[in-house]
């Protein structure tokens, strides 16, 4: 496969397609084909693609081309009607008159009752309703338990920036077959059920809301024996469906595909932090169906293919930590068995098995590579432990740990990965991993029942996980070293964004690692991950040694109290998405102007701590051992210290012109800070001291990395 933007010259290589096998597909009829996918391309834009077909065993060798154009984000109506409404019986009345085009505004206030509408938009001219403001509009449903507080029969309907709050389910679209619904920056809370849907739905978009149901960690599916299997977060049936960038927790599975023969559902940016069953189900989709560049935490049975039809269902570069049960559930729903999963580049890690499967029926057809696969250290009896029977699956260049008994039933039993990769059944290129594996120390819990926050698994700079992988077009093209990094996260490049984004940040300009957007200003081009909140340096130093590294030191200090609005620093909320205490943060030191020094320290979420209380927060506070020693996030406040033989940034080679600072709490927008050297430069900016200029102003752009 190869696919370039229409217009250009440039060809880019494509995961080969993947050949559907319906001999092994029973409970649909699946005729013979080659599927796949493209990703990572723009939205709203045309590409030409090409398909090169050939057989060493026959005289093909065929060329096809075609064109597609990606959809585009939902936006507002091209001729909107405003309506303004703030209380209950006028919001229905808005709702029963909806028409084409209107954009009806809830004031702030609590809207008590159930509502409904039945009117459809158009594509061009969706019926919009937005709250004032997502924790200040409010549509309350009373406790009702067998009731949605709101119901949509229609299609391009779009709701927007409010919350939906106490009732069975906060929102489900009724409409069989209804088409490009959208759901975004929405709040539901204290529900059985979050987003619901009905058959044959298509093309819709929900993202970037926060969905938030009544299960507590550590209940789990084999406490009740599946009591609350259905208590479904998001729940989709047909085809098309953009499900991306919510952060769900409460529910028996957060996120879930309920339609046979699915095709074309995306699942990306999702943060999971908790979930009775299955992080995911992808059950019963035909093809193309796709789970990419999630994060999953303390869950039960994570990434569900209970069956896939032929496929190909796609599980890629996700974040699985804290797995209670089954990491990858290929499972039947008897006699359907799945057959064409393609997993690669996860990072899982686990308290009691590296890898777990507990059925009787098999897999076909299954490719499994370039993934890491953590256990407890000590192991247990064994390291793998994989019941069903394996047809034409394929284990191979992932990461293992620790070395132990990988016990893969009929297809072979083996005492160590040592012998395992004798028997040159699995794992050729395989690796077995020695610690250190993750910078942030992160190992797996002593048991599931611990909760988690959002861990970092940045590889360490010394893990034997680094340059182990096989390369995969369009999904690792991006490698910094000799060849891609075993896992979710290439080393060097930026971290994805989970759960909800930033103001501004959509499918048009989000970052997802090397080779992703880059955020155009007026200015300039950088390749900053996200618009960053510029910030003035009320004081940076650094001091080296020709000694000793541990002479080494860095303080940096900001007060916005006096700067404008759009400047100033703003603790992100508890419990949201830039909440530290569990997406942790990362700090970067760099030089701007001179030496190309550059120095990144992940600040995990178990060093965060909230000042205040939760009921009235005052910021946070990180505290280590290691390179950075102490940070402070108050309003109009930032203190950083830290140095000695872990702090790598050296001033060896002057001068450095200027210094810039970055420092990000889970996906809230970061800060940017930057100061030139306090003249004199032979007393400032030297081999073994950088002092900037006190009170320098918020920089214009957030300077490019060296």
């Given at each position: 496969v190869r696919y370039r933007v229409t217009g250009t010259t440039p060809w880019r290589t494509g995961l080969p397609l993947f050949r559907v096998h319906p001999a092994e597909v029973t409970g649909r009829s699946v005729p013979a084909q080659f599927a796949g996918s493209l990703f990572d391309l723009a939205p709203g834009t045309t590409y030409d693609i090409e398909l090169h077909a050939t057989d060493p065993d026959g005289p093909v060798d065929q060329t096809l081309t075609t064109r597609g154009t990606t959809r585009s984000v939902p936006g507002d109506p091209a001729a909107p009607s405003p309506k303004s409404v703030s209380d209950a019986a006028g919001l229905q009345a808005a709702l029963d008159a909806a028409q084409a085009g209107d954009v009806i505004t809830l004031a702030d206030g609590t809207y008590a009752g159930q509502f409904v509408i039945t009117a459809s938009g158009t594509a061009a001219n969706p019926i919009v309703i937005r709250g004032a403001s997502e924790e200040g509009t409010?549509?309350?449903?009373?406790?009702?338990?067998?009731?949605?507080?709101?119901?949509?029969?229609?299609?391009?309907?779009?709701?927007?920036?409010?919350?939906?709050?106490?009732?069975?389910?906060?929102?489900?679209?009724?409409?069989?077959?209804?088409?490009?619904?959208?759901?975004?920056?929405?709040?539901?809370?204290?529900?059985?059920?979050?987003?619901?849907?009905?058959?044959?739905?298509?093309?819709?978009?929900?993202?970037?809301?926060?969905?938030?149901?009544?299960?507590?960690?550590?209940?789990?599916?084999?406490?009740?024996?599946?009591?609350?299997?259905?208590?479904?977060?998001?729940?989709?049936?047909?085809?098309?469906?953009?499900?991306?960038?919510?952060?769900?927790?409460?529910?028996?599975?957060?996120?879930?595909?309920?339609?046979?023969?699915?095709?074309?559902?995306?699942?990306?940016?999702?943060?999971?932090?908790?979930?009775?069953?299955?992080?995911?189900?992808?059950?019963?989709?035909?093809?193309?169906?796709?789970?990419?560049?999630?994060?999953?935490?303390?869950?039960?049975?994570?990434?569900?293919?209970?069956?896939?039809?032929?496929?190909?269902?796609?599980?890629?570069?996700?974040?699985?930590?804290?797995?209670?049960?089954?990491?990858?559930?290929?499972?039947?729903?008897?006699?359907?068995?799945?057959?064409?999963?393609?997993?690669?580049?996860?990072?899982?890690?686990?308290?009691?098995?590296?890898?777990?499967?507990?059925?009787?029926?098999?897999?076909?057809?299954?490719?499994?590579?370039?993934?890491?696969?953590?256990?407890?250290?000590?192991?247990?009896?064994?390291?793998?432990?994989?019941?069903?029977?394996?047809?034409?699956?394929?284990?191979?260049?992932?990461?293992?740990?620790?070395?132990?008994?990988?016990?893969?039933?009929?297809?072979?039993?083996?005492?160590?990965f040592a012998a395992m990769q004798a028997a040159g059944v699995f794992e050729t290129h395989g690796t077995l991993l020695v610690p250190p594996i993750f910078a942030s120390g992160l190992v797996a819990p002593p048991t599931y029942k611990v909760t988690l926050a959002p861990p970092d698994v940045t590889l360490a700079s010394a893990s034997n996980a680094i340059d182990r992988g096989v390369v995969l077009p369009n999904v690792n093209d991006g490698f910094t070293g000799a060849a891609p990094d075993l896992g979710a996260y290439e080393v060097g490049c930026p971290i994805p964004l989970y759960g909800v984004r930033p103001d501004g940040i959509d499918e048009t300009n989000e970052p997802f690692s090397c080779g992703g957007p880059t955020v155009t200003s007026t200015s300039s081009t950088t390749t900053t991950t996200l618009p960053y909140v510029a910030i003035e340096t009320t004081a940076l130093t650094l001091r080296d040694s020709a000694v000793s590294p541990v002479g080494r030191k860095v303080s940096f200090t900001s007060r916005t109290g006096k700067d404008p609005l759009g400047n100033r620093v703003v603790p992100p909320a508890a419990a949201g998405p830039g909440d530290p205490t569990l997406g942790g943060g990362a700090l970067t030191v760099y030089d701007a102007a001179g030496t190309g020094e550059q120095t990144t320290v992940p600040l995990p979420s178990a060093g965060w701590s909230l000042l205040g209380s939760p009921s009235r927060p005052a910021g946070y506070r990180f505290r280590s051992s290691g390179p950075i020693t102490s940070v402070v996030v108050k309003t109009d406040q930032i203190a950083v210290a830290g140095g000695k033989a872990g702090w790598t940034y050296s001033l060896a080679a002057p001068p450095q012109g200027r210094v810039a600072l970055r420092l990000a709490l889970g996906s809230a927008r970061p800060w940017c800070a930057a100061a030139p050297a306090k003249p004199p430069a032979s007393l400032n900016d030297t081999a073994t001291r950088f002092v900037a200029q006190p009170k320098s102003p918020p920089p214009a752009t957030c300077p490019a990395l060296p």
């Open positions: 409010i549509l309350d449903g009373g406790g009702c338990s067998s009731c949605n507080v709101l119901e949509s029969y229609g299609s391009f309907v779009h709701l927007e920036r409010l919350t939906l709050q106490h009732a069975n389910r906060g929102l489900r679209f009724q409409g069989v077959g209804a088409d490009g619904n959208v759901v975004r920056r929405v709040h539901i809370r204290d529900v059985r059920l979050g987003i619901g849907s009905n058959p044959d739905q298509q093309n819709s978009y929900l993202c970037d809301n926060v969905v938030e149901g009544r299960l507590a960690w550590p209940l789990v599916y084999a406490d009740d024996n599946g009591k609350h299997s259905d208590d479904d977060g998001i729940h989709v049936e047909g085809n098309g469906h953009v499900v991306c960038h919510n952060q769900v927790s409460g529910f028996g599975d957060a996120l879930k595909v309920e339609e046979d023969g699915a095709r074309a559902d995306d699942f990306y940016g999702n943060e999971v932090l908790w979930s009775y069953d299955n992080g995911i189900e992808l059950d019963t989709s035909e093809g193309n169906t796709r789970c990419f560049r999630n994060r999953f935490t303390n869950t039960y049975a994570t990434i569900s293919f209970q069956p896939i039809f032929g496929g190909p269902a796609y599980a890629l570069r996700n974040v699985v930590v804290n797995v209670a049960n089954e990491q990858l559930k290929f499972h039947a729903n008897t006699p359907d068995q799945p057959s064409g999963m393609l997993v690669f580049h996860n990072t899982f890690v686990s308290p009691a098995l590296a890898l777990n499967l507990q059925t009787s029926d098999a897999s076909h057809h299954f490719l499994v590579e370039n993934n890491l696969f953590v256990g407890p250290s000590p192991p247990g009896p064994r390291v793998v432990d994989w019941t069903g029977p394996i047809d034409d699956g394929h284990f191979d260049s992932d990461g293992w740990f620790p070395g132990g008994r990988f016990d893969f039933n009929a297809a072979g039993d083996w005492p160590s």
